[in-house]
């Protein structure tokens, strides 16, 4: 997943060059970083309806704040493979969690959107946090996404700020652990190779 501007006037010229790199299965703009309305911006969606003649996918990475924008571009691009990164970054740390799981509930509807089980561990009291911190949220987003449309990231080496790889594995391995094993395996690389083409 790489990033390029998608406001660029040339936008598909640009995408024609690198897609003669099969290396390359999407693009995500590090929105968290920008006004909250960003993704509404016009020349932004013109470049998002740049992305699908080459099948290319988009990370969403946002912060809650940004969700009801998130919201409202999706339903402009129904045909547009999308994934929120991080669980769009609930605050965990302050137990943050009711505006946000309504957020996710209401983008979990449209079909094309899948979520990335990654990033939580920075959202939490860094390196003083318990696996139960993160169930609540874990729980939200598996009744939202379902375990077909879920894909397990590591945010690595961004995650050691707050814990190791392997915390995180071993967390959400140990949250799925009552599930068919067909459905741990959709987590934890299925969904992530459907997605992405690879």
């Known amino acids: 997943v790489g990033w390029i501007d998608l406001r660029a006037d040339d936008v598909e010229e640009r995408l024609q060059h690198f897609s003669q790199y099969p290396q390359i299965k999407g693009y995500r703009h590090i929105v968290q970083g920008e006004a909250d309305d960003f993704l509404l911006n016009a020349d932004f969606q013109r470049g998002i309806r740049a992305l699908q003649p080459f099948n290319y996918t988009y990370d969403i990475l946002i912060y809650p704040r940004q969700l ?27 137990k943050e969690i009711e505006d946000w799981a309504s957020y996710i509930n209401t983008i979990a509807q449209h079909p094309n959107v899948y979520c990335k089980l990654s990033g939580l561990l920075t959202e939490a009291v860094w390196k003083d946090w318990s696996a139960g911190d993160f169930y609540p949220y874990l729980d939200v987003v598996f009744d939202a996404f379902g375990t077909d449309r879920l894909m397990f990231g590591s945010d690595w080496p961004v995650i050691l700020l707050s814990g190791m790889y392997v915390q995180w594995k071993s967390l959400v391995e140990k949250y799925m652990e009552k599930l068919p094993e067909e459905a741990k395996e959709q987590v934890m690389g299925q969904n992530a190779l459907n997605f992405y083409n690879l």
């Open 68 to 94: 009801p924008a998130a919201i409202a571009f999706v339903e402009a691009f129904p045909d547009q493979r999308f994934v929120i990164d991080h669980c769009a970054k609930p605050v965990i740390r302050k």
